[in-house]
């Protein structure tokens, strides 16, 4: 039972353009949400994250976008950088109930020079 | 100010060995968290320990595999009698408390002969 999910394996984009990488969701229980980015043979590094009562949360270039009716979360990175270029994980957990996080499958991002 | 350390980086055991997996969290953090990758798969939880008690083990399978956290010293997680679906990246994160986000270390890539 996949309650995130990733449909997008891989998204690849212009350096300088704004990539978009999509999560949807399907426990309505979830209420805080986050994104970490993933390079090879690395640990996942936290990035951003955004409460349910929140619809935006931005930090730099990274700005996270909610939609609960939707079950629907975005991350979008503008401009894009191929420092960029890493695995980009959505994960989610309910707040009242604990820390574990349920993780995406993950999307691919490459960042073209 | 030292990251989430765990070690070893690559573990090789034969089916029917002891795997040991050590996680020394970053300083000042006391909530302790594992996950498994499977390839091409997001990370799934495991288990949540504070200093000496588990706090949260309903991603655990339910034979073979042990965690702990001691007073003193790294978290261990390990499992007994490994068989082949045992490889599998294992990442532990670590918080300072239970609604802080997650900061992971590089993993232990388990392979099983």
């Known amino acids: 039972d996949q309650q995130v999910k990733q449909n997008s394996p891989s998204l690849s984009v212009q350096e300088g353009r704004i990539s978009i990488l999509n999560c949807d969701y399907t426990?309505?229980?979830?209420?805080?949400f986050l994104w970490y980015k993933k390079y090879p043979a690395e640990g996942p590094t936290f990035l951003i994250s955004?409460?349910?009562?929140?619809d935006k949360n931005e930090d730099g270039r990274f700005t996270v976008f909610l939609n609960k009716s939707a079950k629907h979360l975005s991350l979008h990175i503008v401009p894009s950088q191929p420092g960029d270029s890493a695995v980009y994980f959505c994960?989610?957990?309910?707040?009242?109930?604990?820390?574990?996080?349920?993780f995406g499958e993950g999307t691919q991002l490459t960042v073209n020079p | 100010n030292a990251g989430v350390m765990q070690n070893p980086r690559h573990l090789v055991r034969r089916r029917g060995q002891e795997a040991r997996l050590r996680c020394s969290p970053m300083?000042?953090?006391?909530?302790v968290y594992w996950y498994r990758q499977l390839p091409e798969e997001g990370l799934k939880f495991m288990v949540y320990?504070?200093?000496?008690?588990?706090?949260?083990e309903s991603g655990m399978p339910k034979e073979r595999f042990s965690a702990e956290f001691p007073k003193e010293g790294p978290s261990i997680l390990r499992i007994q009698q490994v068989v082949r679906g045992d490889s599998a990246a294992y990442f532990c994160?670590?918080?300072?408390?239970?609604?802080?986000?997650?900061?992971f270390g590089d993993g232990t890539r388990l392979s099983i002969l």
């Open positions: 994160a670590s918080s300072p408390r239970w609604d802080q986000p997650q900061h």
């Open positions: 426990n309505s229980m979830f209420d805080y």
């Open positions: 994960a989610a957990k309910i707040e009242t109930s604990g820390s574990r996080l349920t």
């Open positions: 300083k000042g953090h006391s909530h």
């Open positions: 320990l504070q200093k000496e008690n588990i706090i949260d």
């Open positions: 955004i409460s349910s009562i929140k």
